[in-house]
């Protein structure tokens, strides 16, 4: 290359350089645009979860018709395939779900008469 050839590369890998670092840059800076955004998203998604949960039909069910389905549902659970643990202790599932059937569990004798070994 002549000199002035020379020359006109240098500064075009000079300006590429530059280029390319800014793209860089940039490109970072979309990422963590997208991470926060990201995390909005998942954040916004737990409470949408949340909401649906407080206005869900079960809910609305008194707690001696849910004491009636808890004692039904640990009558089939024994012979299930579900783990060793569950099966032996169903109603310590459903004391896990949430506090209102942590309650009602408690109150009944009769799922905590259902152990199997």
């Not at 290359?1 to 075009?12: A, G, P």
């Not at 963590?32 to 649906?52: F, H, I, M, P, W």
């Not at 299930?80 to 599932?93: D, T």
Request: hydrophobic letters at 35%; proline letters at 3%.
């Amino acid at each position: 290359l002549s000199s002035s050839e020379h020359s006109l590369v240098t500064k075009l890998i000079d300006e590429v350089k530059e280029d390319v670092t800014r793209y860089k840059r940039e490109i970072d800076r979309l990422k963590n645009t997208y991470a926060n955004v990201k995390q909005q998203q998942e954040t916004l998604e737990t409470y949408l979860s949340d909401l649906r949960c407080i206005v869900a039909p079960i809910r609305r069910l008194p707690s001696e018709v849910l004491g009636e389905i808890f004692g039904f549902v640990c009558g089939m659970m024994s012979g299930s395939n579900l783990s060793k643990v569950k099966r032996s202790l169903p109603a310590v599932s459903l004391l896990q779900v949430c506090s209102k059937w942590r309650k009602i569990v408690n109150t009944m004798p009769s799922l905590w008469s259902r152990f199997t070994l």
